[in-house]
């Protein structure tokens, strides 16, 4: 049982690793960016449970924290989460909750890994746009337009990409019997 557990636990510190790698594609637009952060973690969601996709997010989270520089653009520190982004940061942990349950009560199969990560998507989408409110003392009507409408589109694409990937690579890896 605890290898089995221990494992886990890399599988879940190795998919930290892949979205701190995919984070660094970024696209610069205004105060928030275009990054490849939220494709991550609908690839990881869509591969791992819920708890342990979101414990990979969490780990994630941790090393940036610590100062590796695994967030968006090489960055890391605490700083980051109070800053403008932070929010979107914070909504990852509940993306992977929401997307992983999604898939878990209904079938890893094109269409609910689509709707899984597009809800999941949202819900990033929903912290980050509440805390660019707060942080960047914006009013709704900006912070919404800035940092939810602008990112709807993009946010889908990156939803049917991590949804097709996310399937491809966890049928690859249960096929490996790597993860169940």
């Keep these: 049982m605890r290898n089995k557990q221990l494992k886990q636990l890399i599988i879940n510190a190795q998919f930290a690793v892949v979205i701190g790698i995919i984070a660094q594609f970024t696209i610069p637009l205004g105060i928030v960016p275009l990054t490849g952060q939220t494709f991550a973690i609908g690839i990881v969601a869509t591969i791992l449970s819920p708890i342990n996709s979101t414990i990979a997010v969490l780990v994630y989270l941790l090393m940036g924290i610590i100062g590796l520089p695994v967030f968006a653009g090489f960055s890391s520190g605490i700083s980051i989460l109070f800053g403008p982004t932070g929010g979107y940061l914070v909504g990852f942990i509940f993306n992977t909750l929401v997307t992983g349950f ?78 169940a």
């Design 102 to 179: 999604i898939l878990q009560k209904t079938r890893y199969t094109p269409f609910w890994a689509i709707l899984a990560n597009s809800v999941g998507a949202l819900v990033t989408l929903f912290f980050g746009t509440m805390w660019l409110k707060i942080a960047a003392d914006m009013t709704w009507t900006v912070a919404i337009n800035s940092g939810f409408t602008a990112f709807i589109i993009p946010g889908i694409i990156k939803a049917v990409a991590a949804a097709f990937v996310g399937l491809f690579v966890r049928n690859a890896l249960i096929k490996a019997r790597i993860v």
